[in-house]
C-alpha cells in the first residue's frame, strides 16, 4: 500500500476523532433551574433571569471565565434585543444578576466600549474571555466576564 493511502486515512481518522469530540460536548450542555427558578445553563453560566421582566424590556446575565475561552451573551427570545449593556467587568467580579460588582483589581478600559460594539442591537453575541479580546487585566488568578444587558421586546 502507498504511504499516501496511510496518511489519508491518519488524518481522515483524525477528523472523525475530533467531530466526536465536538458533538459530545454539544450532548453534554445541561439547562436546569436553578432554586430561584432562574434558569441556568451550568456549561456556560449563562443566567436567564425571568424574574426581572417588566414590560417590553428585561434583564438577562452571562458569566464566563477562562475554563470556557468564550461566553455568550444573549436574549431570551430570538427576535429580541440587546437595549443596553448595564455592567461589564473582565478580571474578578463578584455578585449575582442585577447585583454585579467589580473586582478589585480593575477591569481594562475597553472592556464596555468593545461589548457594545458587539452586542448592541443584536439578538445574541459571543465574547472571548481573553486578553486578546479586551486588553491585559491586573488580575493574576481566576479571570472571568461578567455582562449583564437589558433586552427589548419588538
Same mark, same amino acid.
Given at each position: 500500500?502507498?504511504?499516501?493511502?496511510c496518511?489519508?486515512?491518519?488524518l481522515?481518522?483524525?477528523?472523525v476523532?475530533?467531530?466526536?469530540?465536538?458533538?459530545?460536548?454539544?450532548?453534554?450542555?445541561?439547562?436546569?433551574?436553578? =432554586?430561584?427558578? !432562574?434558569?441556568? /445553563?451550568?456549561?456556560?453560566?449563562?443566567?436567564?433571569?425571568?424574574?426581572?421582566? @417588566? %414590560? +417590553?424590556e428585561?434583564?438577562?446575565?452571562?458569566?464566563?471565565?477562562?475554563e470556557?475561552?468564550?461566553?455568550?451573551?444573549?436574549?431570551?427570545?430570538?427576535?429580541?434585543?440587546? =437595549?443596553?449593556? !448595564?455592567?461589564? /467587568?473582565?478580571?474578578?467580579?463578584?455578585?449575582?444578576?442585577?447585583?454585579?460588582? @467589580? %473586582? +478589585?483589581?480593575?477591569?481594562?478600559?475597553?472592556?464596555?466600549?468593545?461589548?457594545?460594539?458587539?452586542?448592541?442591537?443584536?439578538?445574541?453575541?459571543?465574547?472571548?474571555v481573553?486578553?486578546?479580546?479586551?486588553?491585559?487585566?491586573?488580575?493574576?488568578?481566576?479571570?472571568?466576564?461578567?455582562?449583564q444587558?437589558?433586552?427589548?421586546?419588538?
Open positions: 500500500m502507498d504511504t499516501s493511502h496518511r489519508h486515512r491518519g481522515i481518522f483524525l477528523l476523532l475530533f467531530c466526536s469530540f465536538l458533538f459530545g460536548l454539544a450532548s453534554n450542555m445541561n439547562i436546569s433551574d436553578d =432554586a430561584r427558578g !432562574n434558569r441556568t /445553563d451550568s456549561n456556560r453560566k449563562h443566567i436567564l433571569s425571568s424574574s426581572n421582566q @417588566h %414590560g +417590553k428585561y434583564i438577562t446575565c452571562s458569566k464566563g471565565g477562562l470556557v475561552p468564550h461566553t455568550y451573551v444573549k436574549c431570551h427570545n430570538p427576535k429580541d434585543l440587546i =437595549a443596553k449593556i !448595564n455592567f461589564v /467587568d473582565y478580571g474578578n467580579p463578584t455578585g449575582e444578576c442585577g447585583k454585579f460588582r @467589580h %473586582g +478589585k483589581c480593575g477591569t481594562p478600559p475597553a472592556t464596555m466600549r468593545l461589548t457594545k460594539k458587539n452586542c448592541l442591537e443584536k439578538n445574541k453575541c459571543m465574547l472571548m481573553s486578553n486578546e479580546m479586551f486588553g491585559t487585566t491586573q488580575c493574576k488568578a481566576d479571570i472571568q466576564l461578567f455582562v444587558i437589558t433586552c427589548r421586546k419588538p
